[in-house]
């Protein structure tokens, strides 16, 4: 590639420490590259967004990739990729990366962290402590709910790189993992496709939605989902929130179709401070801080300035997708 003035879009810039690109890290990149001049876009009216042919960030729309006439590359910050149709991409020739690699561990934890608490009786703990009830007397009528893990079964519906490290984890405690996975080409054992689901829920004591978003994935855990789970079992949502419908949700946790569950991700986000399913005392809730770790940025900038250095090369790009 000739080292034309290349523009690169970012929209990382929230006042976030997990969304605002380092300076260091733009001033490194800037310095070694003095033809590469980095641009924030907002929006698509945003003052450069005709003249990029790089996009890094989270936060792209229909409308900027339409009026980006000169865009290559969009590379996002997170693993997740939904914003954008793959297949039309590759027909406008839009090279796609992900950031695979940069918070599975981080993810991981997250979830391990949430079966912990839920099998330990720790948001059990922490309520009787803020009612300022807290003892042994008190936690005594959790006895039947509280677990060391050991012989359950955790489900894990969408087998990625995240839950092929639960999954190593979950087995070290003893438990017997089964998945859910697009692709079971060659028949392996305790792994089913999506359509069993409502088959395979039944035996789950942790059901871990690690889902994408698609049109196949969309709102797939309602009501008739739920009712298919053990008494109790716990949901955990990592994946999407639109892969959950929230009202069903919230009703079978209501009506304690199963015992209770943890959601990192919302249907819409920042989750309003109104919602009901903040009301719910069997509901862990987190502000989807499931990828964020004190480590991110120094893989995640290694990893967009390798890729940097590939498209200024014209060479393949590193989680290339299309």
């Known amino acids: 590639m000739s080292k034309k003035l290349i523009y690169v879009g970012y929209d990382l810039f929230l006042d976030l420490k997990l969304y605002k690109i380092p300076s260091k890290i733009l001033n490194h990149l800037k310095k070694k590259n003095k033809f590469l001049k980095f641009v924030k876009i907002k929006n698509q009216n945003s003052k450069y967004v005709s003249k990029i042919s790089v996009y890094w960030g989270n936060r792209i729309t229909n409308d900027i990739i339409q009026n980006a006439k000169n865009l290559k590359w969009i590379h996002f910050g997170s693993i997740g990729y939904d914003r954008v149709n793959l297949n039309e991409m590759k027909f406008r020739k839009i090279m796609v990366t992900n950031s695979k690699g940069t918070m599975e561990s981080s993810v991981m934890v997250t979830i391990l962290g949430f079966m912990i608490t839920l099998s330990r009786g720790f948001k059990k703990i922490h309520d009787l402590r803020a009612i300022n009830k807290l003892s042994r007397e008190t936690f005594d009528k959790h006895f039947e709910s509280i677990s060391d893990l050991e012989n359950q079964v955790c489900l894990i519906v969408g087998m990625g790189q995240v839950g092929l490290k639960l999954k190593k984890v979950c087995s070290i405690l003893g438990m017997k993992v089964l998945a859910i996975k697009k692709n ?35 709102e797939i855990f309602d009501l008739n989902i739920f009712k298919c789970m053990k008494k109790d079992a716990y949901f955990i949502n990592v994946g999407r929130g639109k892969t959950v419908n929230e009202n069903h949700l919230y009703e079978a946790l209501k009506k304690k179709y199963f015992a209770g569950g943890a959601l990192d991700v919302f249907y ?55």
């Open 184 to 218: 079971n080409i060659n028949n392996k054992k305790d792994v089913y496709s999506l359509k069993q689901l409502n088959k395979i829920i039944v035996k789950a004591d942790y059901v871990v939605n690690l889902l994408p978003l698609n049109n196949e994935t969309f």
């Open 268 to 322: 819409d986000e920042p989750l309003n401070k109104n919602s009901k399913l903040l009301k719910l005392h069997n509901l862990m809730i987190t502000p989807h801080i499931a990828g964020l770790h004190n480590k991110y940025w120094k893989k995640e900038s290694a990893l967009f300035e390798s890729n940097l250095d590939r498209y200024i090369d014209s060479k393949k790009l590193i989680n290339q997708l299309v």
